[in-house]
């Protein structure tokens, strides 16, 4: 999988290492300070660091201008771009804009609808779905040309990646899905957060089945409860999210004022039993606005230190 892109999180896989990514939410206002001390926090710990791009359609600091931040703290940087809010013109603007920073990776998402958001009444976009995005960022990598057919004088080097939810129903197409994703040119995979261990591990059997495994690096997505409660909300209410009750018991079944270290825990063993897991190439921490948890967690895996890339 030679793709020649200056991306470090791609050398760390291609090398053969587990890779540790993670992410940060940008603030609702103009202080970059807040992804500068988030990024602090987890910067010795992770291989490159995810920006979401207005996640959950709540308008928050543009992803781009977040990424350039971490940029100049000489941090790697995963710029998340949605087709939500852009049609083909703004998506091909950014990519480039982001290239002109030297942000050598790149996650293509459709995004949350906005209805869900807070600006319900807002048009959406969608001139182009998350597997378009990627077939656009590879045409433009690969062939030096914009959509319209003209060459591009400094064509955009970014390593291209997609997500993936084991979880959605329906289950039997959710391997079809990543395929097609790996066939527009895919090549990392996030997923979305794992709690049921036996339902990921029986779609990983559908991935090598087909042999994608050898096709995209895939990271694992893993996120620490805070609370019982937070893993009731999860269950109950987050499409496509799979929350075995066994897990809800154990977080009830400790007093409140542990309860975050036990989701820590069950956090720390499930990446030790996605090690296991043939095809598995890192780990995507999500520890929504609790990134000082980030070390704790990557240490006690036996992810860190984290390797050089060469």
Not at 10 to 21: F, R
Not at 103 to 125: E, K, T
Not at 184 to 200: R, S, W
Not at 235 to 257: I, L, T, Y
Request: aromatic share 6%; glycine share 8%; with cysteine.
């Amino acid at each position: 999988m030679d793709t020649k892109t200056p991306s470090r999180l791609e050398k760390i896989l291609s090398a053969g290492h587990l890779a540790v990514t993670s992410e940060c939410g940008p603030p609702r206002g103009s202080d970059g300070e807040v992804i500068v001390k988030k990024a602090e926090m987890i910067k010795d710990y992770v291989d490159a660091i995810n920006v979401t791009d207005n996640q959950t359609s709540v308008t928050r600091l543009c992803s781009l201008a977040a990424c350039i931040r971490l940029k100049f703290m000489g941090l790697e940087a995963i710029l998340q771009m949605v087709t939500r809010d852009r049609n083909r013109i703004a998506l091909q603007s950014d990519i480039l804009g982001a290239a002109s920073f030297d942000i050598y990776n790149i996650l293509c998402l459709s995004g949350d609808h906005q209805q869900f958001g807070d600006n319900p009444q807002g048009q959406n976009v969608f001139d182009l779905d998350s597997m378009q995005l990627i077939q656009t960022v590879r045409y433009m990598r690969d062939e030096g040309k914009f959509l319209g057919g003209d060459d591009i004088e400094h064509p955009p080097k970014m390593f291209v990646g997609a997500a993936a939810n084991p979880f959605a129903d329906p289950f039997e197409v959710r391997v079809r899905r990543l395929a097609k994703k790996v066939a527009a040119g895919a090549e990392f995979i996030q997923t979305q957060c794992i709690y049921n261990l036996d339902k990921f591990e029986l779609w990983m059997k559908g991935v090598r089945d087909r042999g994608l495994h050898e096709k995209v690096y895939i990271l694992a997505g893993v996120t620490p409860f805070k609370s019982a409660g937070m893993a009731k909300y999860m269950k109950n209410r987050v499409p496509g999210m799979d929350v075995p009750d066994e897990v809800v018991a154990r977080m009830s079944g400790v007093p409140k004022e542990k309860q975050p270290e036990e989701g820590i825990n069950i956090c720390v063993e499930s990446i030790q039993r996605l090690k296991e897991v043939e095809g598995v190439r890192g780990f995507h921490v999500m520890a929504i606005e609790w990134e000082e948890k980030v070390p704790e967690i990557v240490e006690r895996s036996g992810l860190y230190p984290r390797p050089k890339a060469e």
